[in-house]
């Protein structure tokens, strides 16, 4: 039975499936394409009007600065344009004075920085505001930028990833995976986005060291919560997947479809630190999943190992010579400190720091292990 997509199609519109037309394959193959091209059309006109909106408040940033410049005009000037524009707009569109300063911001901000122009245009404007008011490092933006893009982040998704630190930890945590070595060059890019170094499970109430299956059954329970985590694109199909084999079954911790990528992706969970074992088993499931599972014209499944630990050397040779795509990535679990801790400990980042510079010892250097 491959219809994966559909049921899980049906699951987020909440249809009926018991009426006898919703039963008929080829009505359900029907109803599949039609809902795809709304979903389609919806996500191209609201990226096209995010677009359209930043290319604008940029604009006014760029009149706002050189008008000033021009006419030497100060602060009075922004307060009368934002009262205009607000009687004449009749108040429908958000030209506040605090609105227009941060456009002005915008436009100063990244005016000399063209190669993240086309990042903030595909940015909605709080979460643009966001990264301007928390973060001044431009490599920080570019990076929570490209992020917001790929991971669909909304607003208040993006501050948790800014307090948790998302930006050091992805320098410190660089993604792990094949996906060069067994995808297309166009697919390999597009997994690499797919998929973060770092996962933080927080978001799933767990604070604690947890056993692999109760991990799962806190996933599933909040999935809704975990695909804003994994990003943006991934579809739920279920957990514990049985895969058939010979003398016996297989099951896949956590199964999902990607819609941008057009393939299965499926998911181990390992409580402990990586073994180089669970490549080789994810790697059996993957070709299971490309032989049993996948639809002709998907691309091939991909595998992502979530684990408590990874060293980086043993990941990377134990994924060498493996013939399906495998990353493997890290979870967290929680960042936040007791209150009478808070301030008074320095974080690994901080630790780590002082100790290459007191010491020479750089934790990042293979040569140290």
């Not at 809902?35 to 009007?49: C, D, G, M, V, Y």
């Not at 499970?201 to 059954?217: H, M, N, S, W």
């Not at 990535?329 to 901080?350: C, H, M, N, V, W």
Request: proline share 3%.
């Amino acid at each position: 039975m491959k219809i994966h997509k559909t049921e899980t199609l049906f699951q987020n519109y909440n249809l009926n499936l018991m009426s006898n037309l919703i039963k008929d394959k080829k009505y359900l193959n029907f109803l599949e394409t039609v809902l795809e091209k709304i979903q389609l059309a919806r996500i191209s006109a609201s990226k096209q009007l995010t677009r359209a909106t930043m290319e604008m408040y940029f604009g006014i940033g760029k009149i706002i600065v050189e008008q000033q410049e021009k006419h030497g005009w100060g602060k009075s000037v922004v307060e009368q344009l934002a009262k205009d524009l607000h009687e004449i707009t009749d108040g429908t569109h958000s030209f506040s004075e605090r609105n227009l300063w941060f456009m002005k911001q915008f436009y100063t901000e990244y005016v000399d920085y063209p190669n993240l122009h086309n990042f903030i245009l595909e940015v909605p404007w709080g979460q643009n505001i966001l990264i301007l008011q928390k973060l001044k490092d431009y490599n920080s933006r570019e990076y929570y930028l490209k992020s917001t893009i790929g991971f669909a982040w909304s607003r208040n998704v993006l501050l948790n990833q800014i307090k948790a630190n998302a930006y050091e930890y992805h320098l410190e945590n660089p993604k792990q995976h094949n996906f060069k070595e067994t995808l297309p060059e166009y697919l390999s890019e597009q997994a690499d986005n797919a998929m973060k170094s770092v996962y933080n499970l927080e978001l799933l109430g767990v604070k604690q060291p947890i056993k692999e299956r109760e991990l799962e059954r806190l996933m599933v329970i909040n999935v809704k919560k975990l695909l804003m985590e994994l990003g943006y694109g991934f579809t739920f199909i279920g957990n514990q997947y049985k895969l058939k084999g010979n003398t016996k079954d297989y099951f896949v911790d956590l199964l999902f479809f990607h819609r941008g990528l057009k393939c299965l992706v499926a998911i181990e969970l390992k409580a402990g630190e990586y073994k180089a074992e669970y490549a080789s088993k994810l790697n059996l499931y993957l070709n299971l999943l490309d032989q049993q599972v996948r639809m002709e014209d998907e691309n091939p499944p991909i595998g992502i190992i979530l684990c408590a630990e990874k060293d980086n050397f043993e990941v990377e040779f134990s994924l060498k010579d493996f013939n399906k795509p495998i990353g493997v990535a890290e979870y967290q679990l929680t960042r936040q400190l007791p209150d009478k801790f808070k301030g008074k400990l320095p974080s690994a980042i901080e630790i780590k720091k002082q100790i290459k510079e007191k010491y020479g010892f750089d934790f990042n250097d293979k040569n140290n292990k």
